[in-house]
Nanobody, 120 residues
Framework: HVQLVESGGGLVQPGGSLRLSCVAS????????MGWFRQAPGKERERVAT???????VYRDSVKGRFTISRDTSKNTLYLEMNSLKIEDTAMYYC???????????????WGQGTQVTVS
């Protein structure tokens, strides 16, 4: 079965950096949409960045220029490089991989368990 395992979260000061990783198993996601989402306490889960099966990234406005999503298809691994972190970036960060079909982002995902990012 499919598993997504995130790592790399932690406590960082404002202006600092973190690199999140997500290792996928059970299926090759090399040409599938994958992404990072986050959820802060009391708020709904929101998309941070996605990268479709063609390699095109999409970012939410608040992270543009600070975050970079990338993937290593040989390792079936997704990354999120986060720079210039702000207090408002504090959240549980979840990795997602498309469940339905390759190439485009269907919006139906497998989910990881999450990794906590705290900026303080």
């Amino acid at each position: 079965h499919v598993q997504l395992v995130e790592s790399g979260g932690g406590l960082v000061q404002p202006g600092g950096s973190l690199r999140l990783s997500c290792v996928a198993s059970g299926q090759s996601f090399g040409d599938y949409c994958m992404g990072w989402f986050r959820q802060a306490p009391g708020k709904e889960r929101e998309r941070v960045a996605t990268i479709d099966g063609l390699g095109f990234p999409v970012y939410r406005d608040s992270v543009k220029g600070r975050f970079t999503i990338s993937r290593d298809t040989s390792k079936n691994t997704l990354y999120l490089e986060m720079n210039s972190l702000k207090i408002e970036d504090t959240a549980m960060y979840y990795c997602a991989a498309d469940k339905l079909r390759p190439k485009v982002c269907s919006g139906v995902y497998y989910w990881g368990q999450g990794t906590q990012v705290t900026v303080s």
